[in-house]
């Protein structure tokens, strides 16, 4: 089973360079984009898991660009939950132009660290039950 969640943004004139394209570091803000919203909408939001004691630095990144997106654009990401055994979370996304062509994809790689900046190896119990109630365990 996939957790998929999809959503819209508006490409804005200050996330474009002088010839009028997304500059290409701001993909990586959009990935931040999708994950959050994916976040709010499944339970696991930022705001969640600090609740639980704990942050989710990102610890890899990756990003392949195939068109551009421009000022004014409406683009979609589609950010999907890679279900791990290890005590990580893993979001793939796609984003697409107002055509539906894919402009870019990515993945990002999120670790557990605790309140006391240890690095969690286990799934910390809070995740695992998130995991449970959407059917990942």
């Not at 570091?25 to 696991?44: M, Q």
């Not at 890679?82 to 979001?91: G, L, Q, V």
């Not at 557990?112 to 995740?127: I, R």
Request: proline fraction near 5%; charge should be neutral.
């Amino acid at each position: 089973m996939k957790l998929k969640e999809t959503t819209t943004i508006r490409i804005r004139f200050n996330e474009t360079d002088p010839l009028g394209i997304v500059w290409h570091g701001n993909y990586i803000t959009y990935f931040e984009d999708g994950r959050e919203d994916f976040g709010s909408k499944h339970g696991i939001s930022y705001l969640d898991v600090q609740s639980h004691g704990y942050v989710t630095p990102i610890i890899a990144s990756s990003c392949k660009h195939k068109l551009p997106l421009r000022y004014g654009d409406i683009a979609t990401i589609e950010t999907t939950f890679e279900n791990s055994p290890a005590a990580k979370m893993i979001f793939h996304y796609k984003i697409f132009n107002p055509d539906g062509a894919v402009v870019c994809t990515g993945k990002t790689v999120q670790v557990f660290v605790d309140d006391s900046n240890q690095l969690s190896l286990n799934l910390p119990p809070f995740f695992e039950s998130w995991k449970k109630s959407k059917g990942l365990l």
